[in-house]
């Protein structure tokens, strides 16, 4: 059964960091290209970062880029989201994909989703 499960989230100060982790089951990691995306209530989900499979490219959406940073360890079946500097508006519900051999712009619905895991930053 293909699985994709993201932990790390919780409660964080404005001006704090969180390191979400995201891994999989089912899957040959080292072929999938890993996105995370965030849903915030009454909004649509957003892309995030994205890291290609081959861990030779990566995007970030305009309001990650210098505060956040997408990182993945094959030996250890996981990829990872660091993020610093956080704001009240990056309280959201994290998730993360993952899509076999996918380029960084492949659309979302090509993926495999998890559930998901709250980040909620306090001003």
């Known amino acids: 059964q293909v699985q994709v499960k993201e932990s790390g989230g919780g409660l964080v100060q404005a001006g704090g960091s969180l390191k979400l982790t995201c891994t999989t089951s089912?899957?040959?990691?080292?072929?999938?290209?890993i996105a995370w995306f965030r849903q915030a209530p009454g909004k649509e989900r957003e892309k995030v970062a994205v890291l290609k499979w081959n861990d030779q490219m990566d995007d970030y959406a305009d309001h990650a880029k210098g505060r956040f940073g997408i990182t993945r360890d094959d030996t250890k079946g996981a990829a990872y989201l660091q993020m610093n500097w956080l704001e009240p508006e990056d309280t959201a519900v994290y998730y993360c994909?993952?899509?076999?051999?996918?380029?960084?712009?492949?659309?979302?619905?090509?993926?495999?989703w998890g559930q998901g895991t709250q980040v909620t930053v306090s001003s």
């Open positions: 089912g899957l040959t990691f080292s072929r999938q290209t």
């Open positions: 994909g993952a899509c076999q051999y996918c380029d960084v712009r492949t659309q979302p619905h090509f993926y495999t």
